[in-house]
């Protein structure tokens, strides 16, 4: 989610009721060797909490100074990200790598629980295995869970899978009856009744949503409402405008409007699926140059209109 979860979009879902931020993934040896270049990915604030900084690395000592590092802001926990099957980090034998080298992932998670203060705690998010051929998701979530981690997330699909596919919910059930400490699951978590689907099927203690929440931020409302309630109410026209003009000012306040603006083209193209005249839209907000220009497209957009 680097490049999507930023402070803006974080803000966002809190206000939709998000009950857990996780900052975006932050290479570890990054923070260590340009710690000033790296910060503005970890800064959270107050109204984010309960928040955890998500770092990235295969090297222990690396990971714990990393995670030490993090400590200065007090996050409520530190979280390490053994699951990205981006090339570029799994190059690096991080993210994804580590379902290859689990002795090593295990290293990882005693040599951070080391540094961390009493009342930070530590998780890490993994995945079913590097391909179909080897998974190991209950071995290696055994270890983690004897080196000292707090807590465990499983997205149950294969480095080899990247996002194709249907993430297999048995393994999250399969691990939960294995573990002591609680599990999160993930994957495929799409609309509000996905949720409590996933809870129901696996008996996970918590579920996490990335891509899911990209375009209706609104999802964690939803999901809240559909618990107490057993039903929702649908995202509508006034909702999506009104959510992406947010969006927008959240986004110019966090960063410089020239930065934001560049980063929204991608960002907004998530609201757009689906109504009627998104496919312009699009278009015409990859041209433009202001977060008011922006703005002005969006108002005027024919399927935004009430």
């Not at 989610?1 to 979009?9: E, S």
């Not at 939709?16 to 990054?30: L, R």
């Not at 891509?211 to 509508?236: C, M, V």
């Amino acid at each position: 989610m680097a490049g999507y979860t930023d402070r803006a979009f974080r803000h966002l879902c809190k206000e939709y009721g998000a009950d857990v931020m996780v900052s975006e993934m932050v290479s570890a040896d990054g923070l260590v060797r340009n710690t000033k270049k790296t910060l503005p990915y970890i800064l959270f604030d107050g109204l984010e909490r309960p928040f955890g900084i998500q770092i990235f690395g295969s090297e222990p000592y690396i990971m714990a100074k990393a995670a030490e590092l993090c400590l200065a802001w007090n996050p409520d926990f530190i979280d390490l990200n053994m699951g990205c099957p981006a090339k570029k980090v799994v190059r690096k034998g991080a993210g994804a790598a580590l379902m290859k080298n689990p002795v090593l992932a295990a290293e990882i998670v005693r040599e951070v629980k080391a540094v961390l203060d009493k009342g930070c705690f530590l998780s890490a998010k993994f995945r079913s295995g590097w391909d179909l051929k080897s998974i190991n998701y209950l071995d290696f979530g055994l270890r983690l869970q004897d080196a000292g981690a707090d807590f465990l997330c499983l997205h149950p699909r294969t480095q080899s899978q990247m996002f194709s596919g249907t993430a297999n919910w048995t393994h999250i059930a399969e691990l939960k009856k294995q573990l002591s400490i609680p599990l999160i699951g993930n994957g495929d978590i799409q609309t509000p009744e996905d949720a409590l689907r996933m809870y129901e099927e696996t008996k996970c203690d918590s579920v996490m949503i990335g891509r899911g929440a990209l375009g209706k931020p609104w999802i964690f409302q939803q999901i809240h409402q559909l618990e107490k309630n057993n039903d929702y109410t649908p995202a509508s026209r006034q909702l999506i405008l009104e959510t992406m003009l947010r969006h927008i000012d959240l986004a110019t306040h966090f960063k410089p409007e020239s930065v934001a603006v560049k980063e929204l083209r991608s960002q907004l193209c998530f609201y757009t699926k689906g109504i009627i005249g998104g496919a312009e839209l699009r278009q015409a907000i990859n041209h433009a140059v202001s977060a008011e220009q922006i703005k002005e497209l969006i108002k005027n957009c024919e399927g935004l209109k009430f």
